[in-house]
T-cell receptor, first 113, second 112 residues
């Protein structure tokens, strides 16, 4: 399966600031997704990153708060904007090829002070 | 009712025990079922991937799907301390380009 690298692996940020998380894959993949994993909660899909077009957001997530880019088939970024303590979470990138299961990166552990 | 229910545990067993992990779901449209293992400070790692009802075996791991009961299981035989992790069930309606719906995960500890 593809090797997925996420950067940064962890960060501590001040409220009101923004952080951009990068996801790099070692091969071209059809689909890239961004999930959030909050303590005691299920992994939840934020959005599907579409190459060359706007991401598709799930209910409860909006582009102004979580802008996403996907300039090519191996790279995507997620920005967490105007952060508050409620945004403290693990953010995970996953990738998928046609008729294959999703594979995940190791995530970005984000704490907001 | 949540779409996917999974007992969060924690579950603690002695080395060598047979472990049974389970999830129930409410959406009868789910057709693809997965089990992921997540070690501390790591991302979910795919363990088993099954389509529709039936059993699938891979080494010490067996996945079962009973669509009539909306119930899936993961069995771990001869459990090892290295199996200590959180196990996440996930499912989707389609096999590709479809979001996964996860359970909350069950934390397993295998004691030597």
């Amino acid at each position: 399966s593809a090797v997925i690298s996420q950067k940064p692996s962890r960060d501590i940020c001040q409220r009101g600031t923004s952080l951009t998380i990068q996801c790099q894959v070692d091969s071209q993949v059809t689909m890239m997704f961004w999930y959030r994993q909050q303590p005691g909660q299920s992994l939840t899909l934020i959005a599907t990153a579409n190459q060359g077009s706007e991401a598709t957001y799930e209910s409860g997530f909006v582009i102004d708060k979580f802008p996403i880019s996907r300039p090519n088939l191996t790279f995507s970024t997620l920005t967490v904007s105007n952060m508050s303590p409620e945004d403290s979470s693990i953010y995970l990138c996953s990738v998928q090829d046609i008729n294959q299961p999703q594979h995940f990166g190791d995530g970005t552990r984000l704490s907001i002070l | 009712q949540k779409e996917v229910e999974q007992d969060p545990g924690p579950l603690s067993v002695p080395e060598g025990a047979i472990v049974s992990l389970n999830c129930t779901y409410s959406n009868s449209a789910f057709q693809y079922f997965m089990w992921y293992r997540q070690y501390s400070r790591k991302g979910p790692e795919l363990l088993m991937y099954t389509y529709s009802s039936g059993n699938k075996e891979d080494g010490r791991f067996t996945a079962q799907v009973d669509k009539s009961s909306k119930y899936i299981s993961l069995f771990i035989r001869d459990s090892q301390p290295s199996d200590s992790a959180t196990y996440l069930c996930a499912m989707s309606r389609q096999g590709g380009s479809e979001k996964l719906v996860f359970g909350k995960g069950t934390k397993l500890t295998v004691n030597p």
